[in-house]
Every structure is written in C-alpha cells, then in structure tokens.
C-alpha cells in the first residue's frame, strides 16, 4: 500500500473547510428549487464523483489514489462529500442565469476548466496523486460528461 504522508496537513483541511464553506453557501443562497431538487443535484455530484474517482483508482487501472494513502480513509469520503455543493451551484447558477441553447455548451466547458483549476488545486495540496501516466487532461471528458449529464437531469426534473 502507498503512503505518501502520514501527517494530518494541507489536504485534510482543505477538503473539510470546502465541506464546511460550500455547505454554508449552499444553505445561505436564496432557495430557488424543492428540498427534494436540492438533494438530487447535491447527490449527483456526491455520486457521479466517487464513481469516477473509484474507477478510475480501483487495482484494474489505479490511476491515481486521494489524501494520504492509497487505502480508503474517512476523510477519502468527507472529499466526495465536497462534489455535492459543486454540483449544487453548477445547477443553481445555471438557472439563475437563465443559460439557453448554445450558452449551455459555453457554459459546460467554463466549469470544466473551474473543475481543472480545482484538480489542479488538489494536486498541489496532495489530495490527488497520480500514476501511470494519469494526465489531468484525461479528466476533461469525464467532466464534460458528467457536467452534460447534470444538466440533461434537471432539465429532465423540470420536464416533469
């Protein structure tokens, strides 16, 4: 198993006061969807990001492990914790925004290189180490898909 810090640092506290800042944010923002809405986009994000994070870091391709070791740890959650509000303001400025047609796009490929800049983020802070040859630009079209996908969901929410 890889070890690559054993020390409660820059990473660990990065992921818990994003949880805790977004999660503010998230409760202090004028509420514009259901509660039942604001959990469906909130656990898109939970979902989608340990699905991918667990793929792509299972033995078959370990391409890259999260915090400290390559063993799963409770703060490992506490960071997919941190995708829901993400997601949650993806949708939410979406709406207020009032993006249509073409825009959409735009602005799918605007988060992807917030989502970039935040993988970079983690990167430097040690949240992510990769390996064998993983690239942060092998992460681009997984955000454009699931950033696609969030936004066909809540307009398929909103359809009924």
């Known amino acids: 198993m890889k070890v690559y810090e054993r020390a409660f640092d820059l990473n660990e506290w990065f992921v818990i006061l994003s ?85 959409s796009i735009l602005y799918i490929v605007i988060w992807t290189v917030v989502s970039m800049v935040m993988e970079w983020i983690g990167t430097k802070i040690g949240l992510y180490h990769f390996d064998k040859g993983y690239s942060m630009v092998w992460s681009v079209p997984i955000y454009l898909l699931f950033q696609s996908m969030l936004l066909t969901y809540y307009h398929l929410v909103k359809a009924n």
Do not use: H, R
């Open 19 to 103: 949880v805790l800042v977004l999660f503010f944010l998230l409760f202090s923002l004028p509420k514009i969807f259901s509660t039942l809405e604001t959990i469906g986009y909130s656990l898109f994000g939970l979902f989608f990001g340990m699905f991918s994070d667990q793929t792509l870091s299972v033995s078959a391709w370990d391409f890259y492990d999260v915090n400290d070791t390559a063993a799963y740890q409770g703060i490992d959650f506490l960071s997919y914790v941190m995708y829901c509000p993400y997601s949650y303001f993806f949708v939410y400025i979406y709406v207020k925004l009032n993006i249509k047609g073409f825009y």
